[in-house]
């Protein structure tokens, strides 16, 4: 599926600033022209130079237009070019967010930073990368060859021949250049990814793993950097080759011309320099091929993401959920991943105010059990229904807002403690909050502690009851707890528990554990294992 480049803001915004960048590169081989007929006028006959003021005029009017005319192409072009940005971040952020953290499983972190980088950058600014310079390149060519033939043909073919021939090599070239874009982009990615798993991997030494590869990446974006310097200076001598033989060609005829009597000598200066100026519109030209690949590389990878089916989908038509506590209900669910058959046939009711504990061995499928109810993933047979209505056919948003989760490995966000609570509770008061935080025995964890990126800078144990309190701060109908006490020691998971059978009240209960003491919590007790659930008998003591 291809798309059109700057898809999101479509290519409208683009127009004034590629006309402004043409009318710049015109203006600019106009200056030198007139410059070079009035410094040859001038030169020529110097008493005559106040008659000249109409020229003298028009270059100065050329230099300061010129100048008005980049300084307008580069004002609106990146205006224009950052709105399409932020218009394709929204789209992006869109497509993401229906993924969830299944692009996590699908593509590493270093590629997934590559989208809302390298990619769009690429894409936002290919107008201005691609279409600019052309456009900017055939005015000045049309302008000079068109001035230049309707003096002399073979004047307007000396100059278009090499022109032309120039402006071919960059096209000749697109291959190498597309190539070498695609390579260097794809290299970047590598990179970041290895630089973050590398990060990610450093406390426990296994870094060293990745430097071999960090570096040998590092080699390969320099040689590939140093073939693209290798290919510029290519077209660059190229260029400036084709150059010497215009300017050889046009210097030639021009003096035949004005020998002739056919060509007045100031012109000459005239010639020559407009000549030299459309030449200077062909530099940008070498870049568009790899800006070319680059944005339809980019755009390429955006397509491959908006191909894919992400695991769980909003429904057209959601259905509408009444108010209140519902019962929660898995009906003969079966669930196949990775090719085996986690699940079969689970049926677990959970009424409004049940209190269920599941336990089980590692990898039985407990939290995905959980991720069932908040749709992390569809069964594959049988249905998770809500006040009867099957999951599938509810809104995600209206369905996790009834519910609250806590994760086992507790991932919180980079910011303070005080805004990782409100993700649950927007409107908590802070009293609420450090009361809360108090009673899990975190006293001395202060509301404007920064937890760095996924809680990294507090203890396992800490990370584990802010995202506790996360989850009973919100005010949902259904509590998932998934190992609500790992990570503390005894007296603290004692206490935890005391919370716990506090803030449950009134709500249904589902927690996943290994542990013996948050089963006191429970009215119910199954155990998953081999894909089917087993109830346990249960001594329910009150929670000291
Ligand atoms: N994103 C995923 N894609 C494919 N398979 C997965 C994914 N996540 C988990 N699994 C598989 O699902 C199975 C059940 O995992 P799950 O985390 O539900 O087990 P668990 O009972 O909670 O284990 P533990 O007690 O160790 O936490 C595992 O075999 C695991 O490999």
Redesign the pocket.
């Known amino acids: 599926m291809t798309r059109p480049m700057n898809r999101a803001g479509g290519w409208r915004p683009f127009v004034l600033p590629t006309l402004l960048g043409v009318a710049a590169t015109l203006a600019g081989v106009t200056l030198a022209g007139a410059s070079g007929r009035l410094i040859a006028r001038a030169a020529l006959r110097p008493e005559v130079f106040l008659s000249l003021t109409l020229l003298v005029t028009l270059v100065r009017g050329l230099g300061v237009g010129r100048a008005g005319l980049r300084y307008a192409e580069r004002l609106t072009g990146h205006a224009a070019a950052l709105r399409a940005g932020e218009a394709e971040r929204a789209a992006l952020f869109d497509r993401v967010s229906r993924f969830g953290r299944d692009l996590l499983?699908r593509e590493r972190g270093g590629d997934l930073l590559a989208r809302s980088g390298a990619d769009l950058d690429a894409r936002q600014f290919a107008a201005l990368r691609v279409t600019l310079p052309l456009l900017g390149f055939a005015g000045a060519a049309l302008l000079a060859g068109g001035w230049l033939l309707s003096l002399d043909a073979r004047l307007g073919l000396s100059v278009l021949g090499p022109l032309l021939l120039a402006a071919a090599l960059p096209w000749l070239a697109r291959a190498r250049a597309a190539e070498l874009a695609r390579e260097e982009a794809r290299l970047a990615r590598e990179h970041g990814a290895a630089l973050l798993d590398a990060l990610s991997a450093s406390a426990d030494g296994a870094a060293q793993l990745w430097a071999p590869r960090l570096d040998a990446l590092n080699g390969q974006l320099r040689r590939v950097t140093q073939a693209q310097g290798h290919l510029q200076t290519g077209l660059t001598l190229g260029r400036e080759a084709l150059f010497a033989l215009c300017f050889t060609l046009v210097l030639t005829r021009g003096l035949t011309l004005v020998e002739a009597g056919a060509l007045g000598g100031a012109w000459l200066a005239a010639v020559v320099l407009l000549a030299a100026s459309s030449f200077d519109a062909l530099t940008p030209l070498a870049l568009v091929p790899g800006a070319h690949a680059a944005a339809q590389a980019a755009q390429e990878r955006d397509a491959e993401l908006s191909d894919v089916q992400p695991a769980v989908t909003d429904p057209d038509h959601p259905s509408p959920l009444p108010p209140g506590p519902l019962p929660l209900t898995l009906d003969g669910v079966g669930l196949t991943?990775?090719g085996?058959d986690?699940l079969r046939g689970v049926t677990l009711p959970l009424p409004p105010g049940a209190r269920v504990a599941v336990t089980?061995p590692?990898?039985?499928?407990?939290?995905?059990?959980l991720g069932l109810i908040s749709r992390d993933l569809d069964p594959t047979v049988g249905q998770v229904t809500l006040g009867g209505t099957d999951l599938r056919t509810l809104a995600l948003a209206d369905l996790r807002a009834r519910l609250s989760l806590h994760e086992?490995d507790a991932p919180l966000l980079d910011g303070t403690v005080a805004e990782n609570l409100r993700l649950g509770a927007p409107h908590a008061p802070p009293e609420r909050l450090r009361a809360l935080l108090d009673d899990l025995g975190l006293a001395d964890l202060p509301l404007d502690t920064w937890v760095g990126e996924g809680g990294t800078r507090l203890s396992g144990g800490q990370r584990a009851r802010v995202s506790l309190a996360r989850a009973l701060l919100k005010r949902s109908d259904v509590l998932l707890l998934d190992e609500p006490t790992a990570h503390l020691d005894p007296d603290t998971e004692a206490r935890v528990l005391r919370v716990l059978g506090r803030e449950c009240a009134g709500r249904t209960l589902l927690l996943?554990t290994?542990r013996p003491a948050p089963l006191i919590l429970a009215d119910q007790v199954y155990r998953?294992q081999d894909g089917h659930l087993h109830s346990l008998p249960t001594t329910r003591k009150k929670v000291i």
């Open positions: 499983a991943r990775g085996r986690l089980g590692s990898g039985a499928g407990k939290s995905t059990l086992q996943v290994h998953l």
